[in-house]
Nanobody, 123 residues
Framework: QVQLVESGGGLVQAGGSLRLSCAASGRTFSTYAMGWFRQAPGKEREFVAAITQSGGSTDSVKGRFTISRDNAKNTVYLQMNNLKPEDAAVYYC???????????????????WGQGTQVTVST
């Protein structure tokens, strides 16, 4: 069992930056790939970024966001730069046993989810 707790969301002006954190419980954090997803009101939850067990990463936001992990702290981060109004959403972190980038872009491949943290971007 893995419990995930996100933090770091808030209100930011367009063009600004935020860093989200996701703290995981348990001793097996390093055996999971970690992903970030987001869900805006009225929209489906969508893939943002993922990082594999070995540290390889992929994202869908064309380089504005960077995912990283610190296995010693059982934490995964999402650094978000040059935020745009369309980035506003609830951001969720999730844990998966897969290590393939294609699989890690799919919600159904994740076993554990956090409760989400709200990101609001003002114009």
């Amino acid at each position: 069992q893995v419990q995930l707790v996100e933090s770091g969301g808030g209100l930011v002006q367009a063009g600004g930056s935020l860093r989200l954190s996701c703290a995981a419980s348990g001793r097996t954090f390093s055996t999971y790939a970690m992903g970030w997803f987001r869900q805006a009101p009225g929209k489906e939850r969508e893939f943002v970024a993922a990082i594999t067990q070995s540290g390889g990463s992929t994202d869908s936001v064309k380089g504005r966001f960077t995912i990283s992990r610190d296995n010693a702290k059982n934490t995964v981060y999402l650094q978000m730069n040059n935020l745009k109004p369309e980035d506003a959403a609830v951001y969720y972190c999730a844990a998966s046993k897969y290590s393939d980038f294609l699989m890690l872009s799919m919600l159904s491949k994740y076993n554990y989810w956090g409760q989400g943290t709200q990101v609001t971007v003002s114009t």
